[in-house]
């Protein structure tokens, strides 16, 4: 059986690591595995007084990473004095690239690496989970892993802004799931599992300080043998944070001062052009149609105005599979996301209608009876927001397992 090696970044994690970690350790029924955990911070904290207590609660995690006994650990220390990131390459996307080359550097080709964040909680049969998914399907080179934020029952404002960011995050998924987006996937560096040789083909991952994880992914769904699904799910914990410049902490921060423009809850009349691109493959494969006859794919030629990308595209395939293949190398997940954001300025669409709309659309005969269009989200019970995440969440799963087993 391949070896399971686990990378984990932590800047600044001197309580939810020992947590974490004691997760692994209790993992059931699952032959020995590697932890890699790099502590991590720009070389600048230690200079700067309102960081430096950053400094040394990394110091102090080193010194308990190093007397932790219950694991096998491989500790990267990029935070003490002289050893942190340059200002120029700095945050968790390095962290990931150095953790996943010390891990390609220990690795055979057929070995997994499991992604998880230093604040994230998995059940005892993960890895089990994990290894078996591999196992039992050699094609598969990579799995976006399926995710449930535990909720603080100390801090409603919290909790309240973390489900209204899964509830943007569901949305989108569901939305693409459902017209068969080969890019249907939600990337969080804490969900990810990978085969060591693809990683190793793919280049590792770009250090980018905030979406490096999307990144990755994207880049699996191009290589084909991507999984969004697997048995056990993670539990990543939802929490305020100013560390990168967007995702999931910079989204509750703002959301809790009930700002969402940049995560909206999209119509599901956003992504139909898509579906309709989709639809016309082979008419465009065949030359048969003009990109004006469809907003998605006028939006991919726009920034094509001196040549004809499809045609350019025809020239080059040899049948219509490599031509599909090509098309959805061009019309990516960040060319539909910037497609859809596009289109929701155009015809904006108040959040609770939205969602009430396309939870009509498609759980008709789940959409909870006291869910309303006119009601804001702030107005209902936690509780009520808690309910539809839940709905969102089984949903998707349901259409990650139809995506898995296509």
């Given at each position: 059986?391949?070896?399971l090696?686990?990378?984990?970044?932590?800047?600044?994690?001197?309580?939810?690591?020992?947590?974490?970690?004691?997760a692994?350790?209790?993992?059931d029924?699952?032959?020995?595995?590697?932890?890699?955990?790099c502590?991590?911070?720009p070389?600048?904290?230690?200079?700067?007084?309102?960081r430096?207590?950053?400094c040394?609660?990394?110091?102090?995690?080193?010194?308990?990473?190093?007397?932790?006994?219950?694991?096998?650990?491989?500790?990267?220390?990029?935070?003490?004095?002289?050893?942190?990131?340059?200002?120029?390459?700095?945050?968790?996307?390095?962290?990931?690239?150095?953790?996943?080359?010390?891990?390609?550097?220990?690795?055979?080709?057929?070995?997994?690496?499991?992604?998880?964040?230093?604040?994230?909680?998995?059940?005892?049969?993960?890895?089990?989970?994990?290894?078996?998914?591999?196992?039992?399907?050699?094609?598969?080179?990579?799995?976006?892993?399926?995710?449930?934020?535990?909720?603080?029952?100390?801090?409603?404002?919290?909790?309240?802004?973390?489900?209204?960011?899964?509830l943007?995050?569901?949305?989108?998924?569901i939305?693409?799931l459902?017209?068969?987006?080969?890019?249907?996937?939600?990337?969080?560096?804490s969900?990810?599992?990978?085969?060591?040789?693809?990683?190793?083909?793919?280049?590792?991952?770009?250090?980018?300080?905030?979406?490096?994880?999307?990144?990755?992914v994207?880049k699996?769904?191009?290589?084909?043998?991507?999984?969004?699904?697997?048995?056990?799910?993670v539990?990543?914990?939802g929490?305020?944070?100013?560390?990168?410049?967007?995702?999931?902490?910079?989204?509750?921060?703002?959301?809790?001062?009930?700002?969402?423009?940049?995560?909206?809850?999209?119509s599901h009349?956003c992504?139909?052009?898509?579906?309709?691109?989709?639809?016309?493959?082979?008419?465009?494969?065949?030359?048969?149609?003009?990109?004006?006859?469809?907003?998605?794919l006028?939006?991919?030629?726009?920034?094509?105005?001196?040549?004809?990308?499809?045609?350019?595209?025809r020239r080059?395939v040899?049948?219509?599979?490599?031509?599909?293949?090509?098309?959805?190398?061009?019309?990516?997940?960040?060319?539909?996301?910037?497609?859809?954001?596009?289109?929701?300025?155009?015809?904006?669409?108040?959040?609770v209608?939205a969602?009430?709309?396309?939870?009509?659309?498609?759980?008709?005969e789940?959409?909870?009876?006291w869910?309303?269009?006119t009601?804001?989200?702030?107005?209902?019970?936690?509780?009520q927001?808690?309910?539809?995440?839940?709905?969102?969440?089984?949903?998707?799963?349901?259409?990650?397992k139809?995506y898995?087993?296509?």
């Amino acid at each position: 059986m391949a070896t399971l090696r686990v990378a984990i970044p932590a800047m600044d994690e001197e309580k939810s690591l020992p947590v974490t970690l004691d997760a692994l350790a209790h993992q059931d029924n699952f032959p020995p595995f590697e932890v890699y955990v790099c502590v991590n911070q720009p070389d600048s904290y230690w200079s700067n007084p309102d960081r430096l207590p950053i400094c040394h609660r990394n110091q102090r995690t080193l010194a308990f990473l190093r007397n932790y006994d219950f694991l096998t650990l491989h500790v990267i220390d990029r935070s003490s004095p002289g050893c942190g990131w340059p200002e120029k390459k700095k945050g968790v996307g390095f962290a990931r690239k150095v953790l996943f080359q010390q891990i390609l550097d220990d690795s055979d080709a057929e070995d997994i690496i499991v992604s998880l964040d230093a604040d994230t909680y998995v059940k005892p049969g993960y890895l089990r989970a994990i290894a078996d998914n591999f196992a039992h399907n050699p094609s598969l080179n990579a799995v976006a892993v399926p995710y449930y934020h535990p909720l603080d029952p100390d801090d409603e404002v919290q909790g309240r802004a973390m489900l209204r960011y899964e509830l943007y995050m569901r949305n989108y998924a569901i939305n693409l799931l459902k017209i068969n987006s080969p890019y249907g996937f939600t990337a969080l560096g804490s969900a990810v599992a990978m085969r060591a040789r693809a990683l190793h083909k793919i280049g590792n991952i770009t250090p980018l300080q905030s979406g490096e994880d999307f990144y990755l992914v994207q880049k699996f769904c191009k290589m084909g043998g991507l999984s969004l699904f697997n048995t056990e799910c993670v539990y990543p914990a939802g929490r305020y944070s100013d560390r990168v410049p967007f995702g999931t902490g910079p989204a509750m921060q703002r959301g809790a001062e009930g700002i969402w423009d940049s995560y909206p809850i999209y119509s599901h009349r956003c992504f139909e052009p898509i579906q309709e691109a989709y639809h016309s493959l082979q008419a465009l494969y065949k030359n048969r149609i003009s990109v004006t006859d469809n907003e998605f794919l006028a939006f991919l030629q726009k920034d094509n105005d001196k040549t004809d990308i499809w045609m350019d595209i025809r020239r080059n395939v040899a049948d219509f599979d490599h031509f599909v293949k090509a098309f959805h190398q061009k019309a990516d997940g960040l060319r539909i996301l910037q497609f859809v954001r596009t289109k929701h300025r155009q015809q904006p669409i108040d959040e609770v209608i939205a969602l009430y709309e396309n939870m009509q659309c498609w759980l008709p005969e789940t959409c909870p009876s006291w869910f309303s269009k006119t009601r804001p989200f702030a107005d209902y019970p936690i509780v009520q927001v808690d309910e539809l995440r839940r709905l969102l969440f089984e949903a998707e799963n349901e259409l990650r397992k139809e995506y898995y087993s296509a």
